[in-house]
């Protein structure tokens, strides 16, 4: 199964990497829908697409507003926003204002289900995470791979999501901030880098990817790696454009 991570900074874009966006190509799943979302239609494999967005923040959603341009170049019959029911409404309410944005993009919104059946004989699960506002995290199986994806929080050794993504073989996690600026991280509700490597030794995952970088920073390392690698070997830094087999 491969995942490209079309976006891999938070808040805002800078000049390396654009706001939160994963895609699924082969089975026209997107998780978050930031800046990169215009990059899909360079990879999508399918003619419909199913975005599952964590939480309504605009770094997260304001993608949506960009489907006009995906669809155009890679024509799609149907495309779904699956979410947590008052972050649909938010996205309705405000996002596509008449005022903001009147010129709605031809999707249709279905609130979250317990579980969501994917190609393959997969499923898509949510778990609850700690953030302002409210945030979950998402968890994908399939016979003999995983994946989860937990952003937008504040990681912590005895956080209820750590076992939500036990044992799968890839991670992608938040980790907005070096050790250096540990004391902001549960101010803004987002990671620094050793908790999020102790999470990840903890739950026995197989790999680590940290995405949700401060967009401050463009240096090749902003968090860190030889910290988290001294605690969870096998972790590298998300690029955008990165592709992930698992």
Known sequence: MKLILLGTTGYHPNDRRQTPCLLLPECGVMLDAGTAVYRAAEYLATAELDI????AHIDHVVGLTYLHSVARVHPLRRITLHALPEKLRAVEEHLFSE???PTRPPFECQPLTERFSLPDGG???????EHQGGSIGYRLDWPGRSMAYATDTTADLDA??????????LLIHECYYSDDHADWSRKVGHSHTTPVAEVARRAGVGRLVLVH???LSTADDPVGLD???SIF????????????EF
């Open 52 to 55: 599952f967005i964590t939480h």
């Open 99 to 101: 005022a903001l944005f």
């Open 123 to 129: 499923r898509l699960t949510h778990f609850p995470l």
């Open 160 to 169: 209820a999501y750590v076992e939500k993504i036990r044992g799968v073989d």
């Open 213 to 215: 970088l401060n967009p």
């Open 227 to 229: 910290v988290a690698r």
């Open 233 to 244: 070997p096998n972790t590298i830094l998300g690029e955008d454009r990165m592709e992930l």
